[in-house]
């Protein structure tokens, strides 16, 4: 099966703390890479997750608070100094443009490459990123600012090719990709093989949610039903729910229960409040109402 | 005597690695912080070396190069969410303050502190911070943009009381304020007991000179001539100095002829390219020139 992971870059809040990371994930897709999120410090986490710099052509910003995007500038500007040349495309609501425009024009001024920017909806369920085999839509959530989520959603897959009976009827592998995309095989005697007898079920597309930062918002299900893995913000313990609707955040039960509802495969848990020394027991609360619950670490690689 | 030291949070050069952190020192004088730059991931490194945030009053910028500065907006934020009140003094060239006061008002609009921006003119060798114990004047240095440096020093320290003499006369010791600030002692025989007898000579002031990012300048001993402790920037091994001079950065061996013509205590080597992956070698080269040349590393505090 071709790759879908996600590779954990941080996953604390705002405050920084020595065992914690700033937001930032990079989501890869078939050899792409799709950068979320770039909290102060991402660029160094990517070095140490040793991917490819030039790989990365997306990054997309849920929102403008400086846990999300403060190292978007580092790393840019480091991209430059490393000689890339591929375009970058960032994603984000409109007021981040003419700030990095202006720390763009001052600080990169030779920049090898482009920075295009896109502006973001985060009001719509909107389609922001397609190619053939992929798809990747906003999430509208809640928060102290405008701010989204993303959906990533694979396309339809093609079948596998049945091995035995391609290699009985002597298809030669030059023939499977033809096979794979609906065609019949005529053999050497003129017999034609119907397609579905060369072929098997194609894996089931697999889907991605990224949900961060927001308040709980029970409908939230809907737009992510089924998806294989949700990351959904957990900062709070249910003790802390005072602090979660304040702040516009989800406490960890607040964010299974997004997960349960939605029939989610497994449920990713991030942005831990500073407040808690270990995480164990964000993940004991999340578990008690979705069992699939994990707590991301820095590093952390998980196959969607 | 009183603490007077420097603390290394990034000695690394612009392109980040797994070994060093960007350009920041804080120097600490009698309890008071000071830091000289800012590259991203400083609040982290602070945090690391358990420095109180909130003794920090000033930030001294060199200049404009993201690896010197990118950190700031972070820090200020965080200051902010950990309950700040005291106002920070930035002192930076006047290109920083209209982006600062951008990133501030969008970022950081309900920051419960003032941050004081101060322009610091560069080419001049300039008084920019003066208490009763301490002057801190701008260097100017050559880069590709404009730079300076900043030499710290101590006022002329009072003389220490002489125990013994003090002991034998009886002297109180609320009066040792005065007698440390020339006053004679009136024995209750009323005998006169001359000032000079009942003190030891001061220590001499020390003094801390900051030297990044320059390309080597061989006057530049003039301006800082028998300073306790020198840092200056050594980018690059001597086989590279076609590199140093195109990039107006130093090489270990002019930042040690740097220092031997000053006459310096000691001095601190920094700034190291990312291309070395042992800075000893630059060690060597600057030995060979200047014998007490240390290698800066982060973590590092190093009495002045």
């Not at 369920?125 to 906003?138: Q, W």
């Not at 313990?237 to 979660?244: D, F, G, P, V």
């Not at 820095?298 to 196959?303: A, C, Q, T, V, Y």
Request: aromatic residues 10%.
């Amino acid at each position: 099966m071709e790759s879908f992971k996600v590779h954990i870059l941080g996953c604390g809040s705002a405050l920084p703390t020595l065992r914690h990371e700033p937001s930032s994930q990079v989501v890869e897709i078939r050899g792409k890479l799709f950068m979320i999120d770039c909290g102060e410090g991402t660029q160094t986490q990517l070095r140490r997750s040793h991917l490819h710099f030039n790989k990365i052509g997306y990054v997309l910003i849920s929102h403008l608070h400086g846990d999300h995007c403060f190292g978007l500038i580092g790393m840019i500007s480091t991209f430059g100094m490393l000689g890339r040349t591929a375009p970058l495309h960032i994603f984000a609501t409109a007021e981040l443009e003419p700030m990095l425009n202006q720390q763009l024009a001052f600080f990169c001024s030779h920049l090898g490459y482009e920075v295009v920017f896109h502006t973001i909806d985060t009001t719509q369920k909107k389609v922001i990123y397609e190619d053939r085999s992929l798809t990747i839509t906003t999430i509208p959530l809640e928060h102290r600012l405008p701010c989204c989520g993303f959906l990533f959603r694979e396309k339809a897959l093609l079948p596998h090719i049945n091995k035995e009976m391609a290699d009985f009827y002597q298809v030669p592998l030059s023939q499977y990709g033809n096979i794979k995309n609906g065609q019949d095989w005529v053999t050497s005697e003129g017999e034609v093989i119907a397609n579905y007898r060369l072929v098997k079920a194609a894996d089931a597309p697999r889907s991605y949610a990224y949900c961060s930062d927001t308040r709980y918002l029970p409908k939230l299900w809907r737009q992510i039903e089924g998806v294989s893995t949700l990351y959904h913000e957990s900062t709070y313990l249910t003790e802390h729910i005072a602090l979660a609707e304040k702040f516009y955040h989800s406490t960890a039960a607040q964010a299974a229960m997004v997960a349960r509802d939605a029939h989610v495969g497994k449920l990713l848990l991030g942005h831990y409040s500073s407040r808690y020394d270990d995480e164990q027991v964000l993940l004991e609360e999340a578990q008690q109402v979705f069992n699939p619950s994990v707590l991301t670490n820095e590093s952390d690689i998980i196959d969607v």
